[in-house]
């Protein structure tokens, strides 16, 4: 999946945040700020990491089993996708 | 040719003094300095675009050609009706209509309207000039007190203009501007301090202090039922001054350049959370806590 072009992610000074710009932003799109999981997903989707990757980066990182892991990870590209930020390829 | 000193910065017009608004006469600048920014304009009325808009709204659309950003506006009759600028708003070309040209044979009222058409426009204009000089214009009321500006941004209808008019009328405080300020870093001594600067353009008086001030504070304000104002790290400043900005993000370059300085802005600038009902006694809070 990618981050879509209408939206830049920034980091302001430790907190990730996903800016809507353009057509995006006249349209009042709100900024997208995210807690330290959005922001470890988001940080990999856009190093070009694929989901199994991904994934397994957050099970050793957050110390989850492999299942709960693809949950989360996928928990928050649905709420991505919706939200307007992510698309599936 | 007419200058110009907003915020530290030079703008060069271009233009007839004769379309100036008055608010702007009191920025008007004859110093030495060398132009930052310089406005252009045309009496045309044509201009030709070959690409797709890449942004469209009611009032005009934006578009890419060579570099350049164009803004189209919708209504034959805006004034101008067409703006072509650098990437980094540094050189703006304003196309007018052709009537325009001849001043003299124009009636008042026709002087008047584009008067006031281009004093909205130059606000515009300024604000994405103003953040490729490390500025940040704020949607926020600002007052002076004993040399230092005390900065109050909220959504609308939340009670920033009143909260800065109560520290007025109990201190005695100057008001910077009540609606739109410009925040900088001053860099020039050893420690970074952050700066406010007055600028010409207001929602609801011409009022304004073209002054260059240390900022004392900023507070973010939310009404409330008891009045409580606690400080508030960087990183939440961060946050906060996102929320607050002036600056249409309409590219990745003007969010990366708005992002870099709200960042330098939030490191040396003390902010606050303000809870706060119309009372006295919130300005008293307030002052007591942020001078």
Redesign the interface.
């Known amino acids: 999946m990618r981050i879509k072009d209408d939206y830049?992610v920034?980091d302001?000074?430790?907190?990730i945040?996903i800016?809507?710009?353009?057509?995006n932003?006249?349209n009042k799109a709100e900024?997208i700020?995210l807690n330290s999981e959005g922001a470890f997903f988001i940080r990999n989707i856009k190093a070009g990491k694929n989901e199994e990757e991904i994934v397994d980066l957050y099970a050793d990182l957050f110390s989850e089993d492999i299942d709960d892991a693809r949950y989360e990870f996928e928990k928050f590209v649905e709420h991505g996708v919706e939200k307007g930020f992510l698309e599936k390829n | 040719m007419i200058r110009l000193k907003i915020a530290d910065i030079v703008i060069q017009l271009n233009m007839p003094i004769k379309l100036l608004h008055d608010n702007l006469y009191n920025y008007l600048y004859k110093g030495a300095l060398e132009a930052d920014i310089i406005w252009d304009f045309v009496f045309d009325n044509s201009y030709e675009i070959d690409e797709k808009p890449y942004i469209v709204s009611k009032e005009y659309n934006i578009y890419y050609e060579n570099n350049k950003i164009v803004y189209k506006y919708n209504s034959e009759s805006k004034i101008p009706f067409m703006i072509v600028a650098k990437s980094n708003f540094s050189e703006v070309r304003f196309y007018l209509p052709k009537r325009l040209e001849s001043l003299d044979k124009c009636t008042n009222l026709a002087i008047i309207n584009a008067k006031k058409n281009l004093y909205n426009i130059f606000k515009d204009m300024f604000i994405l000039a103003c953040i490729y000089k490390g500025k940040l214009p704020m949607h926020a009321a600002t007052v002076v007190y004993e040399d230092k500006g005390y900065m109050f941004s909220a959504s609308a209808s939340e009670g920033k203009s009143t909260h800065a008019e109560l520290w007025e009328k109990i201190y005695g405080c100057e008001m910077l501007n009540e609606d739109l300020c410009i925040v900088g870093i001053d860099d020039s001594e050893d420690k970074i301090k952050a700066v406010v600067y007055g600028c010409p353009w207001s929602e609801k008086t011409c009022d304004s202090m073209n002054e260059q001030v240390l900022l004392g504070g900023m507070a973010f304000i939310k009404k409330g039922k008891e009045n409580i104002i606690f400080d508030i790290g960087k990183e939440e400043l961060g946050m906060n001054l996102l929320e607050s900005h002036f600056v249409p993000m309409l590219t990745k370059e003007i969010v990366d350049m708005c992002v870099k300085n709200i960042c330098d802005i939030a490191r040396c600038a003390k902010g606050y959370k303000l809870a706060c009902n119309k009372d006295k006694e919130a300005a008293e809070k307030a002052f007591e806590y942020m001078v």
């Open positions: 830049v920034k302001i000074l430790g907190n945040v800016i809507p710009i353009g057509q932003y006249m900024n700020y």
